[in-house]
């Protein structure tokens, strides 16, 4: 067999890791194209616009025609500034007012002291993993998809004078609706049926993020149930009571639907936010005063929206 002249290859050429360093070699950061730029800004703008035209462009104009006595009708050129005499209105001589303070105190009060905690109650019971545990979340979750609206018509079946669950099952002829010394607590009702399945739903979403050694070093000490959750499970869950006292004051402030449905906020049902429809958009027509209700509920709602907000951001600075 002849000898066959031996080539070698030269490595900068023939080694796949040296082609890369070399191809790569030099080349800066990539430039986006016209059409990357365009989606960008579109992702950017198109929620910016949405953000700005929905939430802070008609908080601002409530804010400021809070000072107005506009009607709605006359132009924005004739607006006249009152100052703060729509916020004195409405604190001394504007009769349902008190009365909605009243409500919407009671409404966090039920919300708080006994929905909240029943909806706890309910979490940590499906957190154990009980049989059907799939089927109870389902059925005590579904409320919350529900509008308020809607859950009015619900408990309408049950409230009814004539043909209602309730008054068959007591053999009473109450209108729960129409009377105004019950009608407040059947509203209650039905708003705390929903609220328990939403508090039910976070509080079990946090207890499956717990710790199951912090359960088990307790259990190892002695510990009971109750003292378990209360000593080491609820102070880990700090985040999430922050979430629920929040939202539960939100859902005191904003109820709406429920009490508008039944009659409007009327006759024992006056809501701070049933106040504020009937002077923005009812018969009445007083945007400035209908706006200085707004901006008082704005005021109180950004007091917890804050605290809530100053929880989060420094949980995450940790």
Do not use: C
Not at 37 to 44: N, P, T, Y
Not at 218 to 242: H, M, Q, Y
Request: charged letters at 15%.
């Amino acid at each position: 067999m002849s000898d066959l002249p031996l080539i070698q290859a030269d490595p900068a050429v023939s080694s796949p890791a040296a082609t890369a360093r070399k191809g790569g070699r030099g080349r800066g950061p990539r430039l986006l194209s016209r059409t990357d730029r365009v989606v960008i800004a579109l992702m950017v703008l198109v929620p910016l616009l949405l953000v700005v035209g929905l939430v802070w462009f008609p908080a601002v104009a409530t804010v400021a025609l809070s000072g107005t006595n506009w009607d709605g009708i006359g132009p924005i050129s004739e607006i006249e500034w009152v100052g703060g005499r729509n916020y004195s209105d409405v604190i001394n001589i504007y009769p349902p007012f008190v009365p909605a303070v009243q409500n919407n105190l009671l409404w966090l009060a039920a919300l708080f002291v006994v929905a909240t905690p029943f909806g706890m109650f309910l979490a940590v019971l499906l957190d154990k993993e009980i049989r059907g545990s799939r089927f109870y979340q389902t059925a005590l979750y579904l409320p919350v998809v529900l509008s308020l609206a809607l859950i009015g018509f619900v408990w309408q079946l049950i409230y009814s004078r004539d043909q209602g669950l309730l008054n068959a099952a007591l053999g009473t002829s109450t209108d729960w609706y129409g009377d105004p010394d019950v009608n407040i607590w059947a509203v209650l009702v039905a708003a705390g049926w929903r609220h328990v399945g939403y508090i039910m739903l976070l509080y079990l979403a946090g207890l499956k993020g717990v710790d199951p050694s912090l359960r088990e070093a307790a259990a190892v000490d002695g510990a009971s149930e109750a003292t378990t959750f209360f000593k080491v499970v609820f102070p880990v869950l700090r985040p999430i009571n922050i979430i629920v006292l929040v939202v539960t004051v939100i859902e005191s402030l904003r109820a709406f639907d429920l009490v508008w449905v039944v009659n409007k906020g009327r006759n024992g049902l006056e809501l701070i936010s049933a106040l504020v429809t009937q002077n923005v958009v009812g018969e009445a027509s007083r945007i400035g005063f209908g706006s200085a209700l707004a901006t008082l509920m704005l005021v109180v709602s950004l007091v917890f929206i804050t605290v809530y907000l100053a929880t989060v951001m420094r949980e995450n600075r940790k």
